[in-house]
Every structure is written in structure tokens, then in C-alpha cells.
């Protein structure tokens, strides 16, 4: 298994809009791709010296392969809809593979 790990950095002007948008329809869209089978949204409780209010997104897919089609078929029309929040987020994004899940 792979977890395509996407943390983001939200200015607190956008945060209740941005969240409601992720929680109602970018994680649904991203799951709707069939290319991951879960995804977790966690906050981060660090607070970031740039400020902001900082989540990370855990995608799970059952495969590097399957994470490489999404980044072929999907990844940039995907991002393209967040323009409405455009500049006022950072994110970072990380391959992770799942070595032993207790």
C-alpha cells in the first residue's frame, strides 16, 4: 500500500470555506477517482512559526501504480479546482509506502 500524504498550510481568512470545500467536495472528488480506497484528514496541532492552520490529507492506494495513474489521469484537474483559494495555501506533498500496519 501507498499513502500520498498531502499536507496544507490554510491562512485562517479562508479556513471554515476551505474546510467545508475539502470535507464536502475535494476529498469526495479525489475518492470519486477510484484510485484511492480511504482517506484520513488530520489537524495539525503544531503551531506553524508562518502561521496559518496547517491539516495533512492521508490518501491510501493499494499500489505505487495506482498513485501514478491518478498523477496521469486526474492530479491536475483536481488541482485546478482550489483556484478559488488560490494564494492563500501552501501545500506539500509526500510519497509514503506502507510498511506494517499493526
Known amino acids: 500500500m501507498v499513502i500520498y500524504n498531502v499536507t496544507i498550510n490554510v491562512q485562517e481568512d479562508i479556513h471554515d470555506k476551505w474546510l467545508k470545500w475539502m470535507k464536502e467536495e475535494h476529498i469526495p472528488d479525489m475518492l470519486d477517482?477510484?484510485?484511492?480506497q480511504k482517506a484520513l484528514m488530520t489537524k495539525v496541532l503544531v503551531q506553524e512559526p508562518m502561521g496559518g492552520?496547517?491539516?495533512?490529507?492521508?490518501?491510501?492506494?493499494?499500489?505505487?501504480?495506482m498513485l501514478e495513474s491518478y498523477y496521469a489521469e486526474n492530479a491536475d484537474?483536481?488541482?485546478?479546482?482550489?483556484?478559488?483559494?488560490?494564494?492563500?495555501?501552501?501545500?506539500f506533498r509526500t510519497e509514503l509506502e506502507v510498511i506494517s500496519e499493526q
Open 53 to 65: 492552520i496547517t491539516y495533512s490529507v492521508q490518501y491510501t492506494a493499494e499500489s505505487k501504480e
Open 77 to 91: 484537474e483536481l488541482r485546478s479546482r482550489s483556484k478559488a483559494f488560490e494564494g492563500k495555501f501552501v501545500a
Open 33 to 36: 477517482t477510484r484510485k484511492f
